[in-house]
T-cell receptor
Framework: KNQVEQSPQSLIILEGKNCTLQ??????????LRWYKQDTGRGPVSLTI?????NTKSNGRYTATLDADTKQSSLHITASQLSDSASYIC??????????FGAGTTVTVRA | DVKVTQSSRYLVKRTGEKVFLECVQD?????MFWYRQDPGLGLRLIYF???????EKGDIPEGYSVSREKKERFSLILESASTNQTSMYLC?????????????FGPGTRLLVL
């Protein structure tokens, strides 16, 4: 069973607009929740790392939220730019090295 | 900056061939990982290593083996490549200071098995 569900699977937004990506997970928390950005043809790059005591964390125009009680996280992109076109992967906490990666949300920003 | 490099960006192999994928990291990290990434499935862990000559199976180790003879280098081996091993392979590393560490990924190797 997939322990990480991300939605939507893909979305298209106009440059300058905002969007929010969702991540629901079922694993029991131990370590941190991470969001990664993966450009086409590249490896994932870390955007944010949140402990399960944090509710929100920002990295420039990216803001991640976490509700550890409901096991939900979101990633909000503000004033989107063409360079935000990528896949965004949620990695919820687990109690070992075997991190569970979501399938990702593919964001396409159009001019 | 941490740098994780992979020996090839693209590879085309035939069924039954032995395939070596090499990964090198330059930050003296203890932990190294091999994942494969397929559309709609996310990254899945094949093997990881927490020290030289140490290895542990991930979620999908069948058909793969690994080698860690030096701390900076972690190799993934497909003993006899099959078409269902066509995928993007990603190597990652992080330090041993805890599960809180960020994993740093290489650029990936896109393998096509014909």
């Amino acid at each position: 069973k997939n322990q990480v569900e991300q939605s939507p699977q893909s979305l298209i937004i106009l440059e300058g607009k905002n969007c929010t990506l969702q991540c629901n997970y079922t694993v029991s928390p131990f370590s941190n929740l991470r969001w990664y950005k993966q450009d086409t043809g590249r490896g994932p790059v870390s955007l944010t790392i949140m402990t399960f005591s944090e509710n929100t964390k920002s990295n420039g125009r990216y803001t991640a939220t976490l509700d550890a009680d409901t096991k939900q996280s979101s990633l909000h992109i503000t004033a989107s730019q063409l360079s935000d076109s990528a896949s965004y992967i949620c990695v919820p906490p687990r109690n070992d090295y075997k991190l569970s990666f979501g399938a990702g949300t593919t964001v396409t920003v159009r001019a | 900056d941490v740098k994780v490099t992979q020996s090839s960006r693209y590879l085309v192999k035939r069924t039954g061939e032995k395939v070596f994928l090499e990964c090198v990291q330059d930050m003296d990290h203890e932990n190294m990982f091999w994942y494969r990434q397929d559309p709609g499935l996310g990254l899945r862990l094949i093997y990881f290593s927490y020290d030289v000559k140490m290895k542990e199976k991930g979620d999908i180790p069948e058909g793969y083996s690994v080698s860690r003879e030096k701390k900076e280098r972690f190799s993934l081996i497909l003993e006899s490549a099959s078409t269902n091993q066509t995928s993007m392979y990603l190597c990652a590393s992080h330090s041993a200071s805890g599960f809180q560490e960020t994993q740093y990924f290489g650029p990936g190797t896109r393998l096509l098995v014909l």
